[in-house]
């Protein structure tokens, strides 16, 4: 009997063991000093961990987060998610307003190196760059999802996962917080301040002290396709001719095309021969069928060989056990857009105060800075600030104005414009 309950109690304490690990493992946070590929000590300090959300902490979100260079007590925290749906937030670390970036050396098999910045946003904002949906960078599920991600359900799930984030992260809960991001992110980041906001009024967990949020060149409504035609014309990639036909034939609608409007399809496929061989995202670059060397995207693949490397695996901490191989962009990930337009709200969170900074470059086809003007004067707010040259040490760097509580920014003549937050970093 003495040895049976014995064996009882001793079998608990395993339980409650294997229990603990599992808490641990939800909730990991390690300390990267070193990172593979990068010389010497990192000139910041680096965090990376996962949450674990959802009622029985299923779902593990990875992040990395860099304390402001400057003063983490009392600069801005900052979320940064990156676009897709799928893309890993490795993207705005790496290539757009992270302290490192790749070296473009040409691949020769060994691993390939970083580079510290002189552009990097941490060195007035502590950023959380953050993967999600699950199944993004290093983002994992411990179980089949009964429900795919979606728009609206993302916005919970990042909600829940500042909520910890925070909990474990005290000394941040009274720093000013921002919710950043581009592209698809745009989709996400107004439903997130506005979780935030009502949150806020809820019990039973402290408030998020949510100032306002910032967004390039971002998806807003699934339409805005139809703005790359315009846009094309703008930048004299098709004839005066072909558009006005383009625009009498479709009326406006390029994307879901009537199969019965021939002579638009038509029309269509005259488009895509004059544009087929540009990059969307970043029209000065041609459009590359591999990722050779003079490609810009060969910087994407570098990502991937340096991400997969077992040694910066381990120095990220990395579940082992979590995926196969890291995808920068997972394209084909189970998710559903529910959100048709993020406008409504836009306009909500506008009426709730939070301010709003909104940034297109010219350069980004994918998503035209026309449609982002567009959507901005729906909301029919007074202009309170005219256009102006927006200047950077004596040198134009595009043209920046305000109406009421959302600022527009449209780069011009920036060298390295495009989709990315980093518009003008290379502006002297």
């Given at each position: 009997m003495a040895k049976e309950y014995v064996f009882c109690v001793l079998k608990f304490l395993l339980l409650l063991l294997q229990l603990v690990f599992l808490i641990h493992e939800a909730d990991s946070a390690s300390v990267v000093k070193f990172l593979p590929g990068f010389e010497g000590?990192?000139?910041?300090?680096?965090?990376t961990g996962y949450i674990g959300v959802g009622e029985e902490e299923?779902?593990?979100?990875f992040y990395y987060f860099i304390k402001s260079e400057r003063n983490p007590k009392e600069d801005p925290l900052l979320l940064w998610l990156s676009g897709g749906p799928g893309c890993s937030s490795i993207s705005g670390l790496l290539f757009e307003?992270?302290?490192?970036t790749m070296k473009l050396d040409v691949y020769n098999g060994t691993l390939p190196s970083l580079l510290s910045t002189t552009y990097s946003w941490t060195k007035i904002s502590s950023i959380i760059f953050l993967d999600q949906p699950v199944g993004t960078g290093f983002s994992y599920s411990r179980t089949s999802l009964d429900n795919k991600p979606s728009d609206s359900g993302e916005a919970k799930r990042i909600h829940e996962f500042l909520q910890k984030w925070l909990g474990k992260h005290q000394e941040f809960t009274s720093n000013p917080f921002y919710a950043a991001g581009d592209s698809y992110s745009g989709m996400i980041v107004p439903a997130l301040v506005q979780e935030i906001s009502r949150g806020n009024y809820q019990c039973c967990n402290p408030p998020i002290n949510l100032q306002g949020y910032m967004?390039?060149?971002p998806v807003t409504e699934h339409n805005g396709v139809n703005y790359r035609i315009p846009y094309a014309h703008g930048m004299a990639f098709i004839s005066d001719e072909l558009y006005e036909s383009l625009k009498r034939v479709c009326k406006g609608e390029y994307a879901n095309v009537d199969s019965r409007n021939?002579?638009?399809l038509k029309l269509l496929e005259e488009y895509n021969k004059c544009t087929d061989r540009i990059t969307l995202f970043i029209i000065q670059y041609p459009l590359c069928e591999t990722e050779t060397p003079n490609c810009y995207i060969y910087r994407y693949l570098l990502s991937t060989y340096w991400a997969n490397d077992k040694t910066v695996r381990k120095a990220l901490q990395i579940n082992e056990e979590s995926i196969g191989e890291w995808i920068r962009c997972y394209r084909d990930i189970p998710y559903n857009h529910d959100i048709v337009s993020s406008v409504p709200y836009h306009k909500n969170n506008s009426i709730s105060g939070y301010r709003s900074l909104i940034f297109s470059g010219d350069h980004d086809m994918a998503v035209p800075y026309l449609g982002t003007q567009a959507w901005i004067r729906s909301l029919n707010y007074s202009i309170v600030d005219d256009w102006r040259p927006w200047m950077i040490k004596d040198q134009i760097a595009g043209k920046v104005g305000t109406r009421q509580s959302i600022n527009q920014r449209k780069a011009l003549s920036c060298s390295k414009g495009g989709s990315m937050a980093n518009l003008c970093r290379r502006v002297n």
């Open positions: 000590p990192l000139p910041f300090e680096l965090e299923e779902v593990q979100l307003n992270g302290p490192l967004l390039g060149n021939t002579e638009c």
